[in-house]
């Protein structure tokens, strides 16, 4: 009888670290061929048109843009969560009242009519983000309440939030009674990078900033070493004379205020006015994009590319093949699957034994 | 004592060529080993010689890659515990597996594979406590309990099994010398009832007193086999280690009755944080400079959280309860009171004074980035990794610290040299308090020697030391005055020419000092 062993390593494996995430794609794709197979569309054509056609045009490599954007900003806030081991799973509700916040000034006055309304849009959806972050953070730390229930259900209650908004007193008064607010003023919409080529705005910009200077924070600054100190090992932190309750409300205000400016940017940039629901999920599939991209920001930009490609593919695949859009989510489920998966390779190697030839035996209680 | 071996000479356990290897390790090569009826045989050896491997092997809790074991003459494989027990091997572990929560009645239930009703199990438990000298309540609670009535739990859940071998592994480490001398008592009852014991320990004085023979490891391969009553505690360390083992030199601290206290306890009292921590009563203490005060005590009676007090881990309520070089430290973190000039040394190394998945000079950034943060820090935190490295390559260096990559993360190191790294990384600091918990816990008798000898030259250059241990014997080699932590409570430092084992042991036990001093006095 063949045996298939995973045997610890003495130290992690940093080929395997930064191969998993290929793995993990390379299975995805299996795994999604099969799945098309099924559903009796030929698999290459549908890979194409998932994953290379929407490459082919300049309009979509915008598109792309637009939609990597929000993903790469929360998902480079949500590595500092992670990483300091503060589960935050809210960026959906982050985003949603970040958008709120930064729509105050165009909504309610729209007559405020100056340069200056942009940038404190974009404070304002900041601030509203990390104020909403903040909450999980104080109920953790002041209750040492589960971060991952009660940030999970403040999404809800900010989607909800934003539903009554644009239904009632934030409705558009010309609007038909649509659920609407006004469409934003010039002076208030985000400007396109490229106006002559495509749609991609500033957003696009401010996630690749949040990127390069989270991942000069996390590899070369005392606070990232704190950030994952804390992290891996809090009782250490706390002998290295760091506070955690302190790093609960950084963590969750940092992911929350970039969150924030992913809500405002898409609400300012792609769509130019509140709606009930302002977003696909962007929240919830950062957190794809945070793990996939190992938690680094440099990562998480490529990560987040990978991750709005399947939107587009979803929204390609609809109209060519006639599949369903689901099947976006069930690649991006699917993706998250095999990456936690693959990063067992990380801290283990495969071992195939045969019994009769070698007794090696006891492999979980082994201190090699 | 009467030490006459009963043994009959016929043979109980005999191991032959028993081998096992983890990676490129091999942590047990080709040992034999014969235990005879109504012996106890001592297994001796440094840590990581393979003492601890080969009695999982033997408890069927390791499989061995290679040799035979026998068993009353009939060649056996030993799978599982289970199967170990159910021939009649027992095991008393060196960390117990007891749930606080529960009886000490329940606790034995629950490793006894039958549905036995409690009180039955309650009733048997008595009679082997009262039949082998073992005095404990059936229904209390664990959670109570001293170690050595845990201890006590553990060894009855193994007699309970009636087994004709039982392995002890550093019972003693946990144990006042007195609570010591009364499971002595019971061994010897063991093996007069014909019982074998396999008795693994590193204190040479109770192996020479108790044990018939002797098997010797070093680096997974057996050594010698001797009588230990035949040898020194000398001949027998140098067989464990190899080599002869450096002596500390300890010179008289410079006596000055105006010499500064730079590290004083005024009134320290802290409630229990949880159900099962220790509350701290009213803890007064000074260390002058050029001194080293030892805190003897058995575990789990208030050191960890009296450390906690100490380091700032936790803040007291006034600032002069801690006074650090003549100022208040009580209201500062463990940064600030590092800026003061205080280094600490946790007893936990990984987790706790060392992040396991980091590297060494990530690790040394840990505790210095507050004291050293001109050096290791530019503009802006960023951290100098250059410098960072020099400065743990030299501690690396100082401190001996043997390592398999130019710079590995702390797990990948033994415990040995971790704890020499993180000795070495708050003595390159020089610091003018130095507090250290456990200070040479598992670490080979080589290492622990430079450890001891470097705490020793630090106060001897004008530091304040203080040593916190289980260890009896490194702190009457180290300290200049002993004190005792019973119950959250700290004894009077007794000076080092007035202290005995004796009159330690006693207050270790919970005798007042008054007592004490009259059991000095009379010994």
Request: aromatic share 8%; glycine share 10%.
């Amino acid at each position: 009888m063949m045996r298939i062993e995973l045997v610890k390593r003495p130290q992690h494996s940093v080929l395997f670290s930064a191969l998993s995430p290929f793995i993990a794609f390379g299975l995805t794709l299996v795994a999604g061929a099969i799945l098309f197979a099924i559903l009796g569309k030929n698999p290459a054509s549908a890979l194409y048109f998932y994953f290379i056609d929407p490459l082919t045009e300049v309009w979509s490599l915008h598109e792309l843009a637009i939609k990597a954007a929000p993903l790469i900003l929360i998902a480079v806030g949500l590595s500092v969560c992670f990483l300091s081991n503060n589960w935050n799973i809210g960026a959906e509700g982050q985003f949603v009242m970040g958008a709120v916040a930064g729509s105050i000034l165009p909504v309610l006055f729209p007559e405020f009519q100056s340069w200056i309304v942009l940038p404190l849009m974009m404070l304002m959806g900041i601030a509203g983000g990390a104020a909403y972050g903040a909450i999980p953070a104080w109920l953790k730390v002041r209750f040492s309440t589960n971060e991952i229930l009660s940030s999970l259900m403040l999404v809800y209650v900010a989607q909800l939030f934003l539903d009554w908004l644009v239904r009632g007193p934030w409705r558009n008064p010309e609007g038909y009674n649509f659920p609407e607010t006004r469409n934003f003023h010039d002076y208030a919409v985000l400007p396109e990078i490229l106006s002559s080529s495509g749609r991609a705005h500033w957003g696009f910009l401010f996630a690749l900033i949040a990127a390069v200077v989270l991942w000069f924070l996390l590899s070369r600054t005392l606070k990232g070493f704190e950030i994952k100190l804390l992290g891996q090992s809090p009782r250490a932190g706390r002998f290295a004379g760091f506070s955690s309750s302190k790093m609960v409300f950084f963590a969750f205000m940092t992911a929350g205020g970039l969150a924030g400016l992913a809500g405002i940017s898409e609400v300012a940039g792609a769509i130019g006015q509140l709606r009930p629901v302002i977003s696909p999920g962007y929240g919830f599939t950062a957190i794809i994009v945070a793990f996939l991209g190992r938690l680094n920001p440099l990562g998480i930009v490529a990560a987040g590319l990978v991750l709005a490609l399947s939107y587009l593919g979803g929204e390609a695949a609809q109209i060519s093949i006639g599949v369903s859009d689901k099947t976006a989510r069930v690649f991006q489920g699917m993706l998250l699957f095999f990456v936690l998966a693959s990063d067992a390779l990380i801290h283990y190697q495969i071992r195939i034994t045969r019994p009769q030839t070698e007794r090696t035996g006891e492999v979980s209680h082994g201190n090699a | 004592m009467s030490k006459q071996p009963k043994s009959t000479g016929e043979i109980l356990l005999d191991v032959r060529g028993l081998t096992k290897v983890f990676g490129t390790l091999k942590a047990c090569d080709s040992i034999d080993l014969t235990i005879e009826k109504g012996e106890i045989h001592a297994l001796l050896g440094e840590n990581g010689a393979g003492k601890s491997t080969l009695v999982k092997m033997l408890f069927g809790s390791l499989e061995p890659a290679a040799g035979e074991i026998s068993w009353n003459g009939s060649q056996v494989t030993i799978t599982s515990p289970g199967q170990a027990r159910s021939i009649g091997i027992g095991m008393v572990f060196q960390h117990f597996s007891l749930f606080e929560a529960l009886t000490a009645a329940e606790n034995i239930a629950l490793s006894l594979d039958d549905d036995t009703p409690i009180s039955t199990i309650a009733e048997k438990a008595r009679d082997l406590s009262e039949a082998y000298g073992l005095p404990l309540d059936p229904y209390s609670l664990v959670g109570d309990l001293s170690v050595g009535e845990r201890q006590r739990i553990e060894i009855i859940r193994c007699l309970l099994q009636e087994p004709q071998l039982i392995i002890l592994d550093e019972p003693t480490s946990v144990l006042t010398p007195q609570e010591a001398d009364r499971l002595f008592e019971t061994l010897e009852r063991l093996r007069s009832e014909g019982k074998s014991i396999l008795y693994i320990s590193h204190r040479l004085d109770e192996v020479k007193r108790l044990c018939d023979r002797a098997t010797v490891l070093r680096h997974g391969k057996v050594v010698d086999h001797c009588d230990p009553s035949k040898e020194t505690a000398a001949s027998l360390a140098s067989m464990m280690v190899g080599s002869e083992v450096k002596q500390i030199v300890r010179e008289a601290p410079v006596k000055n009755d105006d010499s500064e206290a730079l590290l004083e306890i005024r009134g320290l009292s802290r409630a229990a944080a949880t159900q099962f921590s220790i509350a701290l009563r009213d803890i007064w203490l000074s260390v002058n400079a050029g001194e080293v005060i030892g805190i003897a005590g058995v575990a789990g009676n208030g050191q960890g959280e009296f450390f906690e007090a100490i380091s700032g881990e936790v803040l007291q309520d006034s600032a002069e309860v801690i006074r650090i070089r003549h100022k208040g430290a009580g209201l500062l973190d463990i940064s600030g009171r590092r800026q003061m000039g205080a280094a600490f040394v946790p007893e936990e190394r990984l987790g706790h004074g060392a992040a396991p998945a980091m590297r060494l000079s990530d690790n040394l950034l840990l505790s210095r980035h507050a004291t050293d943060g001109s050096a290791f820090l530019g503009s802006l935190g960023v951290i100098r990794t250059d410098t960072i490295s020099q400065a743990s390559q030299k501690i690396i260096e100082d401190m001996d610290v043997r390592k398999s990559a130019v710079d590995p993360e702390a797990s990948a190191l033994s415990g040995g040299n971790l704890q020499k790294f993180i000795v070495g990384r708050e003595l390159s600091r020089e610091p003018s308090v130095m507090i250290v918990n456990q200070p040479t816990w598992g670490v080979d008798a080589g290492a622990a020697a430079h450890i001891r000898q470097a705490l020793i030259n630090l106060s001897r250059s004008g530091s304040a030391v203080l040593i916190i241990s289980q260890d009896l014997d490194e702190l009457f080699e180290v300290s200049d005055s002993i004190c005792v932590m019973h119950d959250g409570h700290l004894s009077e430092p007794v000076p080092i020419a007035e202290a005995t084992y004796e009159k330690v042991g006693l207050l270790m036990g919970g005798a007042d000092a008054s007592a004490a001093t009259h059991a000095g006095g009379t010994a």
